[in-house]
């Protein structure tokens, strides 16, 4: 079993006061950056401009999401806005392959995301040119949903699919993740989490990650997780 990252989703968070929402969740592994385009989903978050300025306000890991259209051509601007880590949607990439080694290029890890409804053999050719594949265990398009445990199968699928191959790939869920499920998405393979209504809405974000990845790491107890 790989490492568990706890990445938050700022989406949760104030947004008038980021840099103080960012500084509450010092043990978090990375800032999970819900992008959205009210087109690909049915909200509307925010962009580079959000991003740029939270590259400037914090030395975390930017771990961005995109929910858009046409992520072949916007996606690349996130890298070279500051984004460590840019996922796109499979759904939505005309490209993936080409969209992966201009991220690359860029000095962004890879991911790739896939819809509750969409299957592991969607992302099954690509494996080896991503660093993340993301399954939404909601609806994207909004926060604080119900997790869907229709996705598990499909998790323990690509858990298979990246133990088959010869990289090291994170296996994140997003949607959901909360002290009640997450012992079940590590169940299925998962080593990554977004959490964002879980660790905000709590009265202390940063003592929710730290229980958060204690309940996943003790999934596996014969496990060294780091």
Known sequence: MAT??????????DFTRLREEIARIPSADAIHL????????????????????MRAATSAMLDAHLMIEDPDRWA??????????????IEAAHAPVRLAQELR???????????????????????????????????PGFGAQPFLDLVLPKVAALRRLIDAGSREVWLQMDGGVSLETIGRCV????DTFVAGSAVFRSDDPDEM????????????????LG
């Open 34 to 53: 819900d992008v959205m385009d009210n087109h690909f989903v049915p909200n509307l978050t925010f962009g580079l401009p959000v991003v740029q300025s």
């Open 76 to 89: 690349p601007a996130y890298a070279e806005a500051g984004a460590e880590s840019v996922t796109f949607h």
């Open 105 to 139: 290029a860029r000095g962004a890890r890879v991911g790739v995301a896939l819809n509750p409804a969409t299957g592991a053999d969607a992302v099954a050719g690509i494996l080896d040119v991503v660093d993340t594949v993301l399954v939404m265990s909601v609806e």
């Open 4 to 13: 568990i990252r706890i990445t938050p989703s700022i989406l949760n968070g």
């Open 209 to 224: 990650v730290r229980q958060l990845r204690a309940a996943a790491n003790d999934r596996h107890p014969a496990t060294d």
């Open 187 to 190: 169940d299925a393979g998962a």
